[in-house]
């Protein structure tokens, strides 16, 4: 069974005009469609063939740089599309995730300038990322297409939320302005998506 392109919950021009219409579609299409391809191309024949990609990340080290550039590219950006939503219905943070981001992380304020902080520090590409670890929130990054999965990472968890702050997320808008790029992506985050991944992390 294959790896696929899963659908995009809503169109290329649905994020405007935080994140723009092509970026999306190149994005989508061209990036996300190549991870696709080139994990589908890296496993075959390998016991990894048959398992979820998300399997695939908790055992990275077992595997060659392919599966886990690719491997980690198709699981985060599948996360990517789920946790964004477009601005109208973004909401803010509710129910038990609130508290926990309260309890956690010192309030929402601090929570958005701690994650801004871990998106503007990674130097070159890579990810920003709530999780959950040990049953509390936590916030970190990884380099390229690593993730807290990974039993290769730094920082491990369970991501709830994840920003790409590879420069073809945003350079095609905001150029080399990653800061604006961050702050806009904080008006389209699908609070309701991200409070359903913490609900399922916490069991
Ligand atoms: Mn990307």
Same mark, same amino acid.
């Given at each position: 069974?294959?790896?696929? =392109?899963? $659908? =995009?919950?809503?169109?290329?021009?649905?994020?405007?005009?935080?994140?723009?219409?092509? &970026?999306?579609?190149?994005?989508?299409?061209?990036?996300?469609?190549?991870?696709? &391809?080139?994990? @589908? @191309?890296?496993?075959?024949?390998?016991?990894?063939?048959?398992?979820?990609?998300?399997?695939?990340?908790? @055992?990275?080290?077992?595997?060659?740089?392919?599966?886990?550039?690719?491997?980690?590219?198709?699981? *985060?950006?599948?996360?990517?599309?789920?946790?964004?939503?477009?601005?109208?219905?973004?909401?803010?943070?509710?129910?038990? $995730?609130?508290?926990?981001?309260?309890?956690?992380?010192?309030?929402?304020?601090?929570?958005?300038?701690?994650?801004?902080?871990?998106?503007?520090?990674?130097?070159?590409?890579?990810?920003?990322?709530?999780?959950?670890?040990?049953?509390? =929130?936590?916030?970190?990054?990884?380099?390229?297409?690593? *993730?807290?999965?990974?039993?290769?990472?730094?920082?491990?968890?369970?991501?709830?939320?994840?920003?790409?702050?590879?420069?073809?997320?945003?350079?095609?808008?905001?150029?080399?302005?990653?800061?604006?790029?961050?702050?806009?992506?904080?008006?389209?985050? @699908?609070?309701?998506?991200?409070?359903? =991944?913490?609900?399922?992390?916490?069991?």
């Amino acid at each position: 069974m294959a790896f696929e =392109l899963p $659908l =995009l919950p809503y169109a290329y021009d649905a994020l405007e005009p935080h994140i723009d219409a092509k &970026t999306m579609e190149i994005h989508y299409s061209k990036h996300h469609q190549a991870y696709v &391809t080139n994990l @589908n @191309n890296a496993v075959k024949g390998t016991d990894a063939e048959n398992m979820s990609v998300e399997d695939i990340c908790k @055992n990275i080290s077992k595997y060659p740089a392919a599966v886990r550039n690719n491997g980690g590219g198709h699981y *985060n950006h599948s996360l990517f599309w789920q946790i964004m939503t477009p601005a109208l219905n973004a909401g803010s943070p509710s129910g038990d $995730l609130a508290k926990a981001i309260e309890t956690d992380l010192g309030g929402f304020e601090k929570f958005k300038t701690d994650f801004a902080a871990a998106g503007a520090t990674r130097f070159g590409s890579g990810w920003a990322w709530l999780c959950v670890k040990d049953g509390k =929130l936590c916030i970190c990054s990884t380099p390229n297409q690593d *993730n807290p999965l990974m039993d290769i990472a730094d920082c491990k968890g369970t991501p709830i939320l994840g920003m790409d702050v590879w420069e073809h997320a945003y350079y095609l808008h905001y150029q080399n302005r990653r800061p604006d790029y961050m702050t806009a992506f904080f008006n389209v985050i @699908n609070w309701a998506k991200v409070g359903d =991944l913490y609900t399922a992390a916490k069991k």
